[in-house]
């Protein structure tokens, strides 16, 4: 059952990142809204995707490896190297359209992390080091400690959030896929 334990991994991987796209969109909106207090559970969410997508990753890995020495292939096949190895029938073409829409999936990814990332740099003012997002004076001559405390929390969940989208582009799967994205 190889292949078609791969197509099931390939399948898998594909739902983790129309999941992450919908985090980020989820994020966009929020960013857009300009509902900063929701920051942190946005960003924890596109984590937890992430940290699933690792694990895809590996059961793809593991199934295309599994694929690849049933058919005669090295074990580190990329998904063009599968496909032009497949045997007669319709393997061939079931794995270019997992291949398309993996693809497909990354360049979304790559557009909405980099739309996230412009968001989260336009809460900064000019010139700022990044630690107050606009609209959030720093704190003042009788600043109270809530006050100083939640906007330190709002950039702090900023920082976080920046960190996290840098971690979204998956070098790896667009390695497997022949290094071609958006063609």
Do not use: C, K
Request: hydrophobic share 45%; aromatic share 4%.
């Amino acid at each position: 059952m190889g292949a078609s334990d791969l197509s099931a991994a390939l399948w898998q991987e594909r739902r983790e990142l129309e999941l992450l796209l919908f985090r980020l969109e989820t994020q966009r909106l929020h960013l857009l809204a300009g509902n900063l207090q929701w920051l942190s559970f946005t960003a924890s969410e596109v984590e937890n995707v992430l940290d699933r997508l690792r694990f895809e990753a590996l059961a793809r890995s593991v199934e295309s490896a599994a694929v690849a020495a049933e058919w005669g292939l090295p074990a580190q096949a990329t998904l063009v190297e599968l496909i032009a190895g497949a045997p007669a029938g319709t393997w061939a073409e079931i794995l270019r359209e997992h291949r398309a829409g993996l693809r497909n999936l990354l360049g979304q990814l790559s557009a909405a992390a980099s739309t996230g990332q412009q968001l989260l740099r336009n809460l900064n003012p000019p010139g700022s080091s990044g630690a107050s997002p606009v609209g959030v004076a720093g704190p003042g001559p009788g600043a109270d400690t809530a006050e100083t405390l939640d906007q330190l929390t709002v950039a702090a969940n900023i920082e976080r959030a920046r960190n996290i989208l840098r971690r979204t582009s998956q070098p790896m799967l667009d390695q497997y896929l022949d290094g071609e994205l958006g063609q």
